[in-house]
């Protein structure tokens, strides 16, 4: 079969790398993709979210499956677009339509669903431009850090914890009535603060059943001890190790299940992955947010730990035959560092030349933000290469992502030096 993946990061590297490998698959395409993906298979210059662009695509390549990276052309209802479509509708979409993809598209919205489902997660309410003074009556009887988030896409930068009172009281006003991250902070749901360690869970459904993928935990912060700026992810391990049998097992009861049936019950079809953002609070988890998409750099250590045929697994879902699924997965550690650009992610350079790839034996190096220049790798974002190495725990996995990372060399490269500090 021919898969289209639509997106162009590291998260899109490692679906395209896997992919690649299955004896079911012909060819695959990705959309924009990058330097690492031209790998796998064939990238397509076209924007995931111009539909009419991505169906031309998918006529012409003869696609006969769609798997959406990023979350943005699932909001924006790329699903329901193929659904629509006499052409399109009988080649299935890995990726919820536009009212299941809102979970992740507004926080309001994934909130009342938590609390319609019993499902446990923070005290919240949601608040307007003509609701600010309310918003500051509700920051002053809650206790500090103040945690705001805007409530639609932000790119993973519309969330804000702040200790001092004024200060949020400030960046409310800035959110809502200044349009700090335009759109996004029309609304802005502000809750209680939760004390803990966090990690991901990702979930594959197909609306009916659905399995467990490996859980993994990211990083991030820009500076080592989860310092500085938020960014889109610095590094990952998988599995976590505080995650034992027993806390599992209250995910999946508590979260996991509530939130496959809660879909059902509501009369929300959902296709696709689910990643619940979690955190461990005295021994409890709780949902700090639903993502309608895999993460990343959760993706780098999530998929290369996943044994069986991704092809498989993918079909299961679009022939909802999960249930008949039997998932096999690689018992080694994970871990992945992220190599960005200098400045990131504040502003920085593209265009620096990259080095010591061919170097890199005993490692994963998946592209995020690359491109081709006379035929060499240049950086072409923020977050510029994913290395990912396996061993028997996760120090041991990050010993040889650093000793790989040596072996590179772009300007200003900066990387964290610390990832697993915490576990």
Same mark, same amino acid.
């Given at each position: 079969? *021919?898969?289209?993946?639509?997106?162009?990061?590291?998260?899109?590297?490692?679906?395209?790398?896997?992919?690649?490998q299955s004896k079911?698959?012909? +060819?695959?395409?990705?959309?924009?993709?990058?330097?690492?993906?031209?790998?796998?298979?064939?990238?397509?210059?076209? *924007?995931?979210?111009?539909?009419?662009?991505?169906?031309?695509?998918?006529?012409?390549? %003869? /696609?006969?499956? /769609?798997?959406?990276?990023?979350?943005?052309?699932?909001?924006?209802?790329?699903?329901?677009?193929?659904?629509?479509?006499?052409?399109?509708?009988?080649?299935?979409?890995?990726?919820?339509?536009?009212?299941?993809?809102?979970?992740?598209?507004?926080?309001?919205?994934?909130?009342?669903?938590? %609390?319609?489902?019993?499902?446990?997660?923070? #005290?919240?309410?949601?608040?307007?431009?003509?609701?600010?003074?309310?918003?500051?009556?509700?920051?002053?009887?809650?206790?500090?850090?103040?945690?705001?988030?805007?409530?639609?896409?932000?790119?993973? +930068?519309?969330?804000?914890?702040?200790?001092?009172?004024?200060?949020? %009281?400030?960046?409310?006003?800035?959110?809502?009535?200044?349009h700090k991250f335009?759109?996004?902070?029309?609304?802005?749901?502000?809750?209680?603060?939760?004390?803990?360690?966090?990690?991901?869970?990702?979930?594959?459904? &197909?609306?009916?059943?659905?399995?467990?993928?490996?859980?993994?935990?990211?990083?991030?912060?820009?500076?080592?001890?989860?310092?500085?700026?938020?960014?889109?992810?610095?590094?990952?391990?998988?599995?976590?190790?505080?995650? *034992?049998?027993?806390?599992?097992?209250?995910?999946?009861?508590?979260?996991?299940?509530?939130?496959?049936?809660?879909?059902?019950? &509501?009369?929300?079809?959902?296709?696709?992955?689910?990643?619940?953002?979690?955190? +461990? /609070?005295?021994?409890?988890?709780?949902?700090?947010?639903?993502?309608? #998409?895999?993460?990343?750099?959760?993706?780098?250590?999530?998929?290369? #730990?996943?044994?069986?045929?991704?092809?498989?697994?993918?079909?299961?879902?679009?022939?909802?035959?999960?249930?008949?699924?039997?998932?096999?997965?690689?018992? #080694?550690?994970?871990?992945? /560092?992220?190599?960005?650009?200098?400045?990131?992610?504040?502003?920085?350079?593209?265009?620096?030349?990259?080095?010591?790839?061919?170097?890199? +034996? &005993?490692?994963?190096?998946?592209?995020?933000?690359?491109?081709?220049?006379?035929?060499?790798?240049?950086?072409?974002g923020g977050r510029?290469?994913?290395?990912?190495?396996?061993?028997?725990?996760?120090?041991?996995?990050?010993?040889?992502?650093?000793?790989?990372?040596?072996?590179?060399?772009? &300007?200003?490269?900066?990387?964290?030096?610390?990832?697993?500090?915490?576990?």
């Amino acid at each position: 079969m *021919n898969i289209l993946i639509l997106g162009s990061g590291g998260r899109e590297s490692a679906l395209a790398w896997k992919l690649a490998q299955s004896k079911k698959v012909e +060819k695959v395409f990705v959309a924009p993709g990058n330097a690492g993906t031209m790998n796998y298979g064939t990238n397509l210059k076209i *924007n995931p979210n111009d539909f009419s662009e991505v169906k031309n695509a998918v006529l012409t390549s %003869k /696609v006969q499956m /769609v798997v959406v990276g990023p979350e943005d052309p699932l909001v924006n209802g790329i699903h329901d677009f193929f659904l629509e479509d006499d052409e399109l509708k009988s080649i299935p979409v890995i990726g919820p339509q536009s009212e299941a993809a809102l979970l992740e598209g507004s926080k309001e919205f994934a909130k009342e669903f938590m %609390k319609r489902h019993d499902i446990p997660t923070a #005290r919240y309410q949601s608040f307007t431009e003509d609701k600010l003074h309310e918003a500051y009556q509700f920051l002053e009887y809650l206790t500090p850090p103040y945690v705001l988030k805007a409530d639609g896409l932000a790119g993973g +930068k519309g969330v804000l914890i702040l200790n001092d009172l004024e200060e949020a %009281k400030k960046e409310l006003k800035e959110m809502l009535s200044h349009h700090k991250f335009g759109e996004a902070s029309a609304k802005v749901v502000i809750e209680d603060f939760l004390d803990g360690i966090e990690m991901s869970s990702f979930v594959l459904t &197909d609306g009916e059943n659905y399995v467990i993928l490996p859980n993994a935990k990211d990083y991030k912060r820009i500076g080592e001890g989860d310092q500085g700026l938020n960014t889109g992810g610095m590094g990952a391990v998988s599995p976590v190790p505080f995650a *034992n049998a027993e806390f599992l097992e209250k995910v999946e009861s508590r979260i996991i299940k509530p939130t496959v049936e809660g879909l059902k019950k &509501d009369g929300i079809p959902y296709v696709g992955f689910i990643f619940i953002g979690l955190i +461990k /609070v005295n021994g409890e988890p709780y949902v700090i947010e639903y993502n309608v #998409r895999m993460g990343d750099p959760e993706t780098e250590v999530v998929i290369p #730990r996943i044994k069986s045929d991704l092809a498989d697994l993918l079909t299961a879902v679009a022939d909802k035959k999960l249930d008949q699924f039997n998932l096999e997965t690689d018992e #080694r550690s994970a871990a992945t /560092v992220m190599l960005v650009s200098g400045g990131y992610p504040a502003s920085y350079e593209r265009g620096k030349l990259i080095s010591g790839l061919d170097q890199v +034996k &005993d490692s994963i190096v998946f592209h995020a933000g690359t491109d081709l220049k006379d035929d060499q790798v240049i950086s072409n974002g923020g977050r510029v290469l994913s290395v990912t190495s396996f061993g028997k725990d996760f120090k041991e996995a990050l010993k040889q992502s650093y000793q790989s990372i040596e072996k590179i060399d772009f &300007d200003q490269m900066n990387f964290r030096k610390d990832i697993g500090f915490d576990l």
